[in-house]
């Protein structure tokens, strides 16, 4: 079945960036739609970015501003998010999943998650 493993957590100042990886094993992610979640602590899941079966990307948060850019290996068989321009607000557990469907702001479509890596943003 497939998996999904998030990694590139941590902690950064505001202004700084990080990049996430979503490395997946057991299927092709060229299969799937592969969407970037978040939630920070008492606050829903919140869509981030988005990556369709049509080679498509599509963003959710700041998509005028540009900070979140996803992207993919096919060779590493891996969904990136580079973040930048991080701010406070932007502290939560970040988690990748999968659907055979379109990409979506909620997580009704998606079948396959990872186990979440944490972003903390402070000074």
């Known amino acids: 079945q497939l998996q999904l493993v998030e990694s590139g957590g941590g902690l950064v100042q505001p202004g700084g960036s990080l990049r996430l990886s979503c490395a997946a094993s057991?299927?092709?992610?060229?299969?799937?739609?592969i969407g970037w979640f978040r939630q920070a602590p008492g606050k829903g899941r919140e869509g981030v970015s988005c990556?369709?079966?049509?080679?498509?990307?599509?963003s959710y948060v700041d998509p005028v501003e540009g900070r979140f850019l996803i992207s993919r290996d096919n060779a590493k068989n891996t969904v990136y998010l580079q973040m930048n321009s991080l701010k406070p607000e932007d502290t939560a557990v970040y988690y990748c999943?999968?659907?055979?469907?379109?990409?979506?702001?909620?997580?009704?479509?998606?079948?396959?998650w990872g186990q979440g890596t944490q972003v903390t943003v402070s000074s």
């Open positions: 057991g299927f092709s992610l060229n299969y799937y739609s």
């Open positions: 999943a999968a659907s055979d469907y379109s990409c979506s702001s909620s997580g009704t479509l998606y079948h396959t």
């Open positions: 990556f369709t079966t049509s080679d498509l990307t599509i």
